[in-house]
């Protein structure tokens, strides 16, 4: 089975010059991509239509994160139905800028995931410990938090099979990997894994835990992709910041090839 690579490109495209160059960047990257791994790209929800046009070459369409209502009086939401309705077949959820800057509680993002199963949209679920939580003595404690929290709204294990999860230490996103900031270990990912799978096998069972896709994020790049890529548990990658280059991303697509 591919791997799966996974552009957040988050509000990073800031004109439409800019975003049809990014587009046509890719397009003409597309084949050699598909070639080696799955690809999912989620731009700002007002670029999805645009996107839309990837699709013929294999592309997925994702979304940054959607509503967990379908329709009402959610100022600023984007409605699941419309996602859909636009291509929309996975999601970003609960990604940490959004627990950070918006206050989306775990309960928030449970709703969400199930919003996401309703409306047939792979939600991908993003979690991990802040920095704070590494010094400390459980640091996964709260990633298992996030993880019970977030599937608390399913009414059976066989939606697992629907869900992706993104561990994402808080401490390694968008870092340049200077001498003071500690660099993820392909060690510390795989833990990472264990411990997922180890909390998803409790709440279900092995058989649905182990159906569960599992990525890693935070400061993937051209660089060290390939130490990330190699980690051979690991289902694939979400990038942000290098994902914003067709180039940088096309080159990080050859490193997961399996
Ligand atoms: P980064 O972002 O690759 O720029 O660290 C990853 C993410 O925030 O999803």
């Not at 984007?78 to 996602?83: D, E, G, N, Q, V």
Request: negative net charge; hydrophobic residues 40%.
């Amino acid at each position: 089975m591919k791997k799966l690579l996974v552009a957040n490109l988050k509000m990073n495209i800031v004109s439409a010059d800019q975003r049809d160059l990014y587009i046509a960047g890719i397009e003409s990257r597309c084949s050699d991509m598909m070639a080696c791994t799955d690809v999912v790209i989620c731009p700002s929800t007002i670029d999805i239509y645009a996107f839309e046009k990837l699709g013929t070459c294999g592309v997925h369409i994702g979304a940054q994160d959607l509503a967990w209502k379908e329709k009402g009086a959610f100022t600023g939401e984007t409605s699941p139905l419309r996602l859909y309705e636009y291509g929309v077949r996975y999601t970003i959820v609960g990604h940490s800028e959004r627990r950070l800057y918006y206050g989306e509680s775990d309960a928030m993002i449970g709703e969400k995931v199930e919003s996401a199963i309703r409306n047939n949209i792979t939600p991908i679920i993003c979690v991990g410990e802040s920095a704070e939580a590494r010094r400390g003595d459980h640091p996964f404690e709260h990633v298992r938090e996030q993880i019970i929290a977030s599937v608390s709204a399913l009414r059976s294990g066989s939606e697992l099979t629907n869900l992706i999860f993104a561990y994402e230490p808080i401490w390694a996103i968008s870092t340049n990997h200077t001498v003071n900031d500690p660099q993820i270990t392909a060690n510390d990912i795989l833990s990472a894994k264990v411990e997922i799978m180890k909390t998803l096998t409790e709440i279900y069972d092995r058989t649905f835990a182990s159906q569960v896709r599992i990525l890693y994020g935070g400061s993937v790049n051209v660089e060290n992709a390939h130490e990330v890529c190699i980690v051979p548990e690991m289902d694939g990658v979400l990038v942000g910041g290098a994902s914003c280059d067709p180039g940088k991303f096309a080159t990080i697509a050859q490193q997961l090839k399996n």
